[in-house]
């Protein structure tokens, strides 16, 4: 295979310098649409495509300016710019994309799309029904999509780039002699994970579940009432939240909002705490004695941690009280 200078160099379709050629070469392959000259000399139309049953990739390049109009289309497309701007009308609203940012049409609206000079892009043409299927899926976990004709989403971060690199990795499989996408079963699992992947990159942001909001403040308390009566004992998070009636998160997030520290934070404050009282009224008759009484079994660490807390060391506390 000779060297691939464009995504899906081998699947070419149409490289042409007359508009009307690709119009119709692209319309056979997307939808009939009109296709308007806006910038000057330098119209040189390229499109390559690959299908995979009910979704397909495809890279256009217009070569300058141009503008591209269609009644309605019968497939959600995602549109990915690897240069300059896209600028897309769909119904009553607009929206832009970049090579940071992706845009997303829906079937059955008129649609006016811009493509300015230097302006490739990669496509996803992707059937309303498969789509559908995987947004009742992904609803019944909670995951839901705001229902809007055109939208954009980020695909420099997060999910988006993470889909970005998906569709990527797909294309120049597709480019190989043995694809893994020429299996049937395997091209099933990439249709469902890109759908899948642009469904988490325009999902709304969940809310926080009640296992994850901050705990009351009153309950954080209790439990930081609790750990200091028994900071001596081994306790862990899971030990304090079941205590307490909290989820691990909640707690966690409790002891963040109410108290600016971590369960495990306030445990180890709450130990050095009784080590200075022990060692300030005699009970302990060395360091090692207080820290062993206390639960500290890390005693490297506390001389560090007991003089950024105090202020002195934990042998000047003990000298002091004698």
């Known amino acids: 295979m000779g060297r691939v200078t464009t995504p899906l160099g081998s699947h070419g379709l149409l490289r042409t310098t ?6 119709a070469s692209i319309a056979a392959s997307l939808a009939p649409h009109r296709l308007q000259l806006l910038g000057g000399p330098g119209f040189r139309a390229l499109h390559n495509a690959a299908n995979l049953d009910r979704l397909s990739f495809h890279y256009i390049d217009y070569g300058t300016e141009v503008e591209v109009s269609a009644d309605s289309l019968d ?8 240069g300059g701007l896209s600028t897309i009308r769909v119904g009553n609203r607009a929206i832009t994309a970049t090579p940071r940012s992706a845009a997303v049409t829906t079937p059955g609206e008129p649609v006016r799309m811009r493509y300015s000079t230097g ?8 059937i309303p029904e498969l789509l559908s299927e995987r947004l009742a899926v992904a609803a019944s976990g909670g995951i839901m999509v705001p229902k809007q004709p055109g939208a954009s989403f980020d695909v420099t971060r997060g999910p988006g780039r993470s889909w970005r690199s998906l569709i990527e990795m797909i294309m120049s499989d597709l480019e190989r002699d043995s694809a893994l996408a020429a299996s049937p079963l395997a091209a099933d699992s990439l249709q469902i994970a890109v759908v899948d992947g642009l469904i988490v990159s325009l999902a709304e942001p969940p809310e926080r579940s009640a296992l994850e909001r901050p705990g009351p403040e009153r309950i954080i308390k209790r439990a930081a009432r609790i750990i200091e009566e028994h900071c001596a004992e081994p306790l862990s998070t899971p030990d304090i939240a079941e205590a307490v ?10 002891f963040k909002t109410h108290l600016d520290t971590t369960p495990m934070g306030y445990v180890r404050y709450a130990r050095l705490l009784r080590v200075r009282e022990l060692l300030s009224d005699g009970t302990a008759q060395s360091v090692t004695e207080a820290a062993l009484r206390c639960g500290v079994t890390h005693l490297g660490r506390l001389s560090g941690d007991y003089r950024e807390a105090f202020g002195e060391s934990p042998s000047e506390t003990l000298q002091r009280a004698r």
């Open 119 to 126: 302006n490739p892009r990669l496509m996803v043409r992707i």
């Open 245 to 254: 009636g909290l989820s691990v998160r909640a707690l966690q997030a409790g």
């Open 18 to 23: 007359n508009v009307d050629d690709a119009r």
């Open 75 to 82: 497939f959600h497309l995602i549109q990915i710019p690897l």
